[in-house]
């Protein structure tokens, strides 16, 4: 969804405006589609579909 390197990634969902993980599991962390979609519009316009 972001379109970034695994490090970068990282990054970024450990930053203090990306939303907190719904769970978290021996595989990783999970969120809720819908909170990284806002967290997207909020901070990386340029990866809004065009579409919408």
Known sequence: ???VSR???YQI???KSF??????LSVG???RAE???RWIK???RDLQ???E
């Open 1 to 3: 969804m972001l379109g």
């Open 7 to 9: 490090t970068r990634a």
């Open 13 to 15: 969902t450990n930053s």
């Open 19 to 24: 939303p907190d993980p719904v769970a978290v």
């Open 29 to 31: 962390r999970i969120w």
């Open 35 to 37: 909170d990284v979609e």
């Open 42 to 44: 909020e901070h990386r």
């Open 49 to 51: 579909d065009s579409e």
